[in-house]
Each structure stands twice: as structure tokens, then as C-alpha cells.
């Protein structure tokens, strides 16, 4: 059971160029979020999509875009990468709500990104 | 390698004794709350949880504790090991979220002296 996936581990860009992180899960999860984690920031939430055909903004969606694709898939484009740009992402996913109340969410080991 | 760890307050602790991780939250009405440990080069890993009717859950070596009159969240760790040193970060719950969306605090490093 892989859990969360995503693809690429570490990806260099130059600033201009676009890229889209993957992230796949395997747990017919309902939701799943995309963060960046910069020292001293903790994570912070860029989009999210509560179930497969919705996607919402987060705390920092500004020059990210994303696509629920099927339930299993949840990717992050970046347009033109900005050396402001450079940090960890982090995928996750979580069940949903359901009867018992909230549940927590299951990340995955991150895209190590740096744009020069 | 992993720059997770600077700047961030630290807890130094013996190997075989108990550590405790303390958390202030922001919103009174958060109504559940998650600790996460972040192992370097690693993703943040589920520990434990607790949800608002609740000011107290036990888990193996792990216990947490929920004040909510001074919004105080803290994680203690029983015969802390070495497999214990990383990142432990608290998160809540974006209050009425039906998404589930979380609000994580910056984060407390564990090192963990043989």
C-alpha cells in the first residue's frame, strides 16, 4: 500500500519555465491538498479539492493551477516558475468527513523544487 | 539537505526520558487537532489526534493533551528514543471546514541524545 505518491522527487527549473508536480493516491480518499513548506513556515495550503470535480483556493494560490483528474489524481501546474517558487511540496489526502467526524489527513514524502 | 529544521525552536532531550512538545492554537473554535512528526528528507506522519469533546488521548508512548481554555495543545512522549528526533508540528482544524482543512503551527525540533 504506496499511500500517497508523488512524482518528481527534486526538479530544478529556470525562472520562466512551467512544470506540474504529480500526486497520486490509493486509498479512495475524497479530498486531497497541496502545500509548500519553506524553514520557518510550516506548511501552508495552496489548493485543495474536497472531492474529484472541485477545487478550491487555499492560503497561497497565487501562480499555482490545479487539476483534480480522476479521484486517484490531484496535480499542481506551475506556468512560469519564480525564484519565489522554490520550496517543498507536499500532496495529501484524506478520507473525508464521514460519520466519525473529522479525520486527518496522509502526505506524501514531497517534490524537492528549486527554480534559479 | 532538508532546511525543515532551522530557525525553529528546539527540545533536547536523553535518550529513556520523557519529552513534552507544547502547542498554542489560534482559533477557539477549532474543534480538532493533529500532531505530525516530520522526519528529515520525509513528509509530515500522522501521530495523533484529538477532537474538541475530548481533553485528553492516549496512544503508544504517546499521549495528548487539550486545554481549551488557554488554546494549549501538547504531545508527550514516554522513554523518548532515538527514532524520536525529528519535527513534531501541531495542526487544527479550519473551524466549520467541512474540507478539512488545516492550519499547522511552525513546528518544534526533537533531538534525542544517546
Known amino acids: 500500500n504506496a499511500g500517497v505518491t508523488q512524482t518528481p522527487k527534486f526538479q530544478v527549473l529556470k525562472t520562466g519555465q512551467s512544470m506540474t508536480l504529480q500526486c497520486a493516491q490509493d486509498?479512495?480518499?475524497?479530498?486531497m491538498y497541496w502545500y509548500r513548506q519553506d524553514p520557518g513556515m510550516g506548511l501552508r495550503l495552496i489548493y485543495y479539492s474536497a472531492s474529484e470535480g472541485t477545487t478550491d483556493k487555499g492560503e497561497v494560490p497565487n501562480g499555482y493551477n490545479v487539476s483534480r483528474l480522476n479521484k486517484r489524481e490531484f496535480s499542481l501546474r506551475l506556468e512560469s516558475a519564480a525564484p519565489s517558487q522554490t520550496s517543498v511540496y507536499f500532496c495529501?489526502?484524506?478520507?473525508?468527513?464521514?460519520?466519525?467526524?473529522?479525520?486527518?489527513?496522509?502526505f506524501g514524502d514531497g517534490t524537492r523544487l528549486s527554480i534559479l | 539537505g532538508e532546511s525543515v529544521g532551522l530557525h525553529l525552536p528546539t527540545l533536547s532531550v536523553q535518550e529513556g526520558d520523557n519529552s513534552i512538545i507544547n502547542c498554542a492554537y489560534s482559533n477557539s473554535a477549532s474543534d480538532y487537532f493533529i500532531w505530525y512528526k516530520q522526519e528529515s528528507g520525509k513528509g509530515p506522519q500522522f501521530i495523533i489526534d484529538i477532537r474538541s469533546n475530548m481533553d485528553k488521548r492516549q496512544g503508544q508512548r504517546v499521549t495528548v493533551l487539550l486545554n481549551k481554555t488557554v488554546k494549549h495543545l501538547s504531545l508527550q512522549i514516554a522513554a523518548t528514543q532515538p527514532g524520536d528526533s525529528a519535527v513534531y508540528f501541531c495542526a487544527e482544524n479550519n473551524y466549520g471546514g467541512s474540507q478539512g482543512n488545516l492550519i499547522f503551527g511552525k513546528g518544534t525540533k526533537l533531538s534525542v541524545k544517546p
Open positions: 495529501a489526502s484524506r478520507a473525508g468527513q464521514g460519520i466519525w467526524g473529522n479525520q486527518p489527513q496522509h
Open positions: 486509498m479512495n480518499h475524497n479530498s
